[in-house]
């Protein structure tokens, strides 16, 4: 079965302090993986994807197939990267995404 | 361009009302998703479409149904409205299935 897991449903951290929000997945093929984020009374929008292989706003995520997963890193978190992310799989079907569950982050001034 | 959008932004119903909620997308995609969020469960897919005229079930479609007549639109209807409906409602939509999302404001509904 396809699955998508983000065992923390919050993680608060302090303003300039490492990032990592966890993801992991279940899936027997080749998957494509994608972070979104939620900023307050914004859009959900699409944050990064693996293939693209980008930094986008500072943020990295790195495909490791071994462990299954697909977690979401910053070097020095900002304020301003409060919001909530998820993580998702798009596998076999190519017709929709698989969804986590979702992890609120909070960076504390 | 508009992107995606979704009218009403609220609404609140009584149990056993029926409603209509619109997505509409100016960016000729193919794929369009309506989904729930609820706290604590992420995004649930309620139904999808690939295509105009065609439309499948997701993962939680009970109580629910869709239609997508026109290719930049997709509807959402709830026939006989549930408490267990209220929820916040995303519409979306995609070029393509792996493609990236492009998510509508959100519609906050309210079963009473």
């Known amino acids: 079965a396809q699955r998508v897991t983000q065992p923390e449903k919050l993680l608060s951290v302090f303003k300039g302090a490492p990032v990592e929000l966890k993801c992991n997945y279940s899936?027997?093929?080749?998957?494509?993986l994608f972070w979104y984020v939620q900023y307050s009374r914004q859009r959900l929008q699409l944050l990064l994807r693996h293939i693209s292989r980008e930094s986008i706003k500072g943020f990295t995520a790195d495909l490791n197939k071994g462990e299954t997963s697909f977690h979401l890193k910053k070097p020095f978190a900002q304020e301003e990267d409060s919001a909530m992310y998820y993580c998702?799989?798009?596998?076999?079907?190519?017709?929709?995404?698989?969804w986590g569950a979702g992890t609120k982050l909070i960076i504390k001034p | 361009n508009a992107g995606v959008t979704q009218t009403p932004k609220f609404r609140v119903l009584k149990t056993g009302q029926s409603m209509t909620l619109l997505c509409a997308q100016d960016m000729n995609h193919e794929y369009m998703y309506w989904y729930r969020q609820d706290p604590g469960m992420g995004l649930r897919l309620i139904h999808y479409?690939?295509?105009?005229?065609?439309?499948a079930k997701g993962e939680v479609p009970d109580g629910y149904n869709v239609s997508r007549l026109k290719k930049q639109n997709f509807l959402l209807g709830l026939e006989s409205a549930a408490p267990s409906q209220t929820s916040v409602y995303f519409c979306?939509?995609?070029?393509?299935?792996?493609?990236?999302?492009?998510f509508g404001p959100g519609t906050r509904l309210t079963v009473l």
């Open positions: 479409s690939v295509g105009e005229g065609t439309t």
């Open positions: 899936y027997s093929g080749s998957p494509e």
């Open positions: 979306a939509s995609s070029f393509a299935g792996n493609n990236e999302q492009f």
């Open positions: 998702a799989l798009s596998g076999i079907s190519n017709y929709q995404l698989i």
